[in-house]
């Protein structure tokens, strides 16, 4: 059948590239400086301890935690944001030796605290097998990161069997140093940036075949999007795609109001027991007084909304591609354009071979609301809960967070179609292999330079 060969060859070197890139990156990054992740380090062994939500108590919320996984951050004291700071290979080697005792300690992870534990399964796994095998606490942390690759890795390659013609621009997606370094990360967001391509591919092929999604089919996929909207709410509107790609539009109703339910009731459970506004030097947030001025004052919120994107627009690009650790670790600035339009140019083809779909009006106006309206979704919180009461500009938001919209809707992109075996065929793939390479090099060379190698 004409295209099988095709995603096998992309899956293929997805797989062997993904694999390698991302075991580099978990080994090189130093204990926690992915961003976050000593927070989710401590929600992931929260939640193995029984530990469904965080709590809260005063200014700050968190959970009980085994006590070693403060003294294994302090080997990189003094690490994040400090570039001149590298890290000491004795206080390395001294962290590697700390084990778990069971010694509790009661921390404060407030960013984590609210997160569900769904999309953490993988790091609690990899924290019971590290204490039933008597592993260091480090070593527990590097079993974390790749079993939270593997499970990255395969849910982008269940993805990309169901892409059909957009295979490839799953994989540059996915390739992106950013999601690599996601990717094998202790957190959430791989499992979410796998589970968003997957929810995109299981609606677009839905939509292209003659049936749509069948009564299993859609609870599978209303499954897999609430597991990532409990995680991150302002992902919500995607939840209106389900009508359009089950068989029977009843049923995809019913498993919206399902999973707005199940997000809806999260969320008041967060708020009450772990939700908390951060506090910074400037002052701290008012969310209630936030929400009434964007009611009372539409232009001029729309007004914020645009000067941020003005402000921040390709410093966001640019941190979705890839600016990792603690938004410390840089790429060269050449390798950003490249990437940019690399990225772009593969987005914008297809298969010649790819069914047209069904609903192709009604699908197309979903998607125009749907992906602004994530995209102000992100920038609304972010306005409510870490910018300052009037601030001209959203605080607080980062590239990584349109990530998943990007990979929900990559298989609903327009594109040039392409002939199978074609010269355009073969030159794509053979630029997007190269091009995987090179990033790869560069990412590695940047991580080892930025935490390892002092200036001469």
């Known amino acids: 059948m004409k295209g099988k060969i095709f995603d096998c060859s992309v899956l293929s070197i997805y797989l062997i590239l993904a694999t390698g890139f991302t075991a580099l990156l978990l080994i090189l990054m130093p204990p926690y400086q992915n961003a976050d992740e000593s927070a989710h380090f401590m929600r992931a062994d929260h939640i193995s301890r029984g530990g469904i939500i965080g709590h809260r108590d005063g200014k700050s919320s968190g959970g009980t935690i085994d006590a070693e996984l403060m003294l294994l951050g302090g080997a990189v004291q003094g690490i994040p ?3 001149e700071n590298k890290i000491n290979a004795e206080a390395l080697k001294s962290a590697a030796r700390i084990h778990w005792n069971g010694a509790t300690f009661d921390a404060w992870f407030q960013n984590t605290a609210p997160y569900p534990p769904t999309l953490y399964f993988p790091s609690v796994l990899s924290i019971w097998v590290g204490k039933a095998l008597d592993l260091s606490v480090l070593n527990t942390l590097l079993l974390a990161r790749a079993t939270n690759a593997l499970t990255t890795i395969t849910l982008a390659c269940a993805a990309m069997f169901l892409a059909r013609g957009k295979t490839l621009a799953f994989a540059a997606v996915f390739l992106l140093p950013m999601s690599a370094a996601l990717a094998g990360a202790v957190s959430q967001d791989g499992p979410l940036l796998g589970l968003s391509a997957l ?14 999604l069948n009564g299993k089919g859609t609870v599978f996929a209303a499954l897999v999007i609430t597991a990532v909207v409990m995680a991150r709410p302002p992902y919500a509107p995607a ?11 009843r049923h995809g109703w019913t498993a919206v109001a399902g999973a707005l339910a199940a997000v809806g009731g999260w969320s008041m459970l967060a708020a009450s027991e772990a939700v908390v506004v951060m506090t910074f030097p400037e002052g701290t947030p008012n ?22 994107v003005d ?45 047209q779909s ?48 990007l990979l929900m809707l990559i298989p609903f992109l327009p594109g040039i179609r392409i002939k199978e ?23 590695v060379w940047a991580v080892v330079n930025r935490y390892y190698l002092s200036a001469p």
């Open 287 to 308: 969310p209630s007084e936030q929400l009434q001025t964007i009611a009372l004052h539409p232009i001029q919120s729309l007004a914020v909304l645009a000067n941020t």
């Open 239 to 249: 939840l209106m795609l389900l009508p359009l790609a089950a068989t029977n539009p």
């Open 421 to 443: 075996n074609g010269v355009a065929h073969t030159v794509l793939i053979g630029t997007f292999a190269g091009w995987a390479l090179v990033t790869i090099v560069v990412t």
């Open 199 to 212: 929810y995109g591919a299981l609606i677009a092929n839905a939509l292209r075949g003659r049936g749509g």
């Open 81 to 83: 944001f400090h570039t």
């Open 311 to 355: 402000q921040y627009g390709w410093p966001w690009v640019k941190q979705m591609i890839g600016v990792l650790g603690w938004l410390d670790t840089r790429l060269p600035q050449f390798f950003y354009i490249a990437a940019c339009s690399i990225v772009l140019l593969i987005c914008g083809v297809t298969f010649e071979q790819e069914p």
């Open 358 to 405: 069904r609903h192709p009006r009604s699908v197309g106006l979903a998607l125009a609301a749907i992906a602004p309206a994530m995209i102000v979704g992100i920038m609304v919180i972010q306005y409510l809960y870490w910018s300052q009461l009037n601030a001209p500009v959203v605080a607080g938001v980062q590239g990584r967070y349109f990530l998943p919209v």
